[in-house]
């Protein structure tokens, strides 16, 4: 060796220390150069702050409708008092969106008038993007479909009238 010195820049302690300098500093990059060795840092670009600016919409929030409201026991004998003899509902067994058939163009699985056995397939209740077939569940004559295509259905809401076979 010719009387070479070591470069001070090259021990770890001085790198950890001069990206310490460069980062508080701000900057992006630092190059060096002793002796035919050369140390080149280059910090990651800072990342800009995010500022959380509330932007209104096109369409401001507005609460849904309240939670639809019982009627009192008296409605509830009043509405099974209307029932057509031997008549019994057939209702949602959880909350979804009521659909008739598979498709918009397709048939819809039963209408008023239909007799149907217990595993026909009466409607498709959706629920958490979850297409559920719904079955009659027992023989029966459809008397009156009580929900519109496409209606949002709640636990125990009645769908179909019924009279059983």
């Given at each position: 060796m010719e009387g070479r010195r070591r470069s001070t820049f090259l021990d770890p302690k001085e790198i950890k220390r001069l990206i310490g300098i460069l980062s508080q500093a701000g900057g992006l990059e630092l190059e060096l150069e002793d002796q035919g060795t050369r140390l080149k840092i280059k910090m990651?670009?800072?990342?800009?702050?995010?500022?959380?600016?509330?932007?209104?919409?096109?369409?401001?929030?507005?609460?849904?409708?309240?939670?639809?409201?019982?009627?009192?026991?008296?409605?509830?004998?009043?509405?099974?008092?209307?029932?057509?003899?031997?008549?019994?509902?057939?209702?949602?067994?959880?909350?979804?969106?009521?659909?008739?058939?598979?498709?918009?163009?397709?048939?819809?699985?039963?209408?008023?008038?239909?007799?149907?056995?217990a595993e026909t397939t009466i409607c498709i209740l959706e629920a958490m993007k979850v297409m559920n077939e719904i079955k009659a569940e027992q023989d029966c004559e459809v008397l009156k479909i009580l929900v519109e295509n496409g209606e949002p259905v709640e636990f125990g809401q009645p769908l179909l009238l019924v009279r059983p076979s």
């Open positions: 990651p670009e800072p990342h800009s702050r995010t500022e959380f600016v509330q932007v209104p919409g096109p369409y401001p929030f507005s609460p849904g409708p309240a939670a639809p409201v019982q009627p009192p026991a008296d409605a509830a004998a009043a509405d099974s008092e209307a029932l057509p003899p031997g008549a019994v509902h057939i209702e949602s067994p959880m909350v979804g969106t009521f659909y008739r058939s598979l498709s918009p163009d397709a048939a819809p699985f039963v209408k008023v008038g239909d007799t149907i056995g």
